[in-house]
């Protein structure tokens, strides 16, 4: 089947560990995305990606890094340096990141971070 | 923000009834996407509808867009229990190399049987 997909589904970690949540697609999309998601405030975005080796910083950037070393996969890493990480992290990919195309996004089902 | 904003933030109604939603954005947009999210999953694309586009249809959903007032409409026809759900309107903006979508805070949709 395709799709993408996001494991684990539920994590805890202790204030001041880092922890990686993985993304894997296997769309062949080019661009990939982490988005954060709190009650009442919507989704923000945290970084994307629209190659491989190549990342951008979105609106919430601090705190987080990512890695693109295969198309298929973009971890996000959350550190200890991010204040608030008790979230619902959501992945996403499209076909292709330009101007006037039909960017349609593809979500995974989500990894709920709870830090204790 | 360049943040969408939908209209109104929970909308509660019967099986059977229609159920409007609103989303009101600030920037040129090439387009307009509604998603749909149930409780605790991932977000689903629904509709997409272009800036040169003024209403689109697939199965029960309608959407509307007036560039001119800046805001899109999503009209969920006969609705049932199973459309209970957040949906989100998100944006791509003009001129945007970058294809990104902003997305708005939602409406919670509960459909009562």
């Known amino acids: 089947d395709g799709g993408i997909t996001q494991s684990p589904k539920y994590l805890f970690r202790k204030e001041g560990q880092n922890v990686t949540l993985s993304c894997e697609q296997n769309l062949n999309h080019d661009a990939m995305y982490w988005y954060r998601q709190d009650p009442g405030q919507g989704l923000r975005l945290i970084y994307y990606?629209?190659?491989?080796?190549?990342?951008q910083k979105g609106d919430i950037a601090e705190g987080y890094s990512v890695s693109r070393e295969k198309k298929e996969s973009f971890p996000l890493t959350v550190t200890s340096a991010q204040k608030n990480p008790t979230a619902f992290y959501l992945c996403?990919?499209?076909?292709?990141?330009?101007?006037?195309?039909?960017?349609?996004?593809?979500f995974g089902p989500g990894t709920r971070l709870t830090v204790l | 923000s360049q943040q969408g904003e939908e209209d109104p933030q929970a909308l509660s109604i019967q099986e059977g009834e229609n159920a409007t939603m609103n989303c009101s954005y600030k920037?040129?947009?090439?387009?307009l996407q509604w998603y749909r999210q149930n409780s605790g999953r991932g977000l689903v694309h629904l509709i997409l509808?272009?800036?040169?586009?003024r209403e689109k249809h697939s199965g029960r959903l309608r959407v509307t867009l007036d560039t001119s007032k800046k805001s899109s409409s999503l009209l969920i026809t006969a609705s049932r229990a199973a459309d209970t759900a957040s949906y989100f309107c998100?944006?791509?903006?003009?001129?945007?190399?970058?294809?990104?979508?902003?997305f708005g805070r939602g409406t919670q949709l509960t459909v009562w049987p």
């Open positions: 990606s629209q190659i491989v080796n190549d990342f």
């Open positions: 998100a944006t791509a903006d003009r001129g945007s190399t970058l294809g990104r979508l902003y």
């Open positions: 920037t040129s947009i090439n387009n």
């Open positions: 509808i272009r800036s040169n586009e």
């Open positions: 996403a990919s499209s076909m292709e990141l330009t101007s006037g195309a039909n960017n349609e996004q593809f």
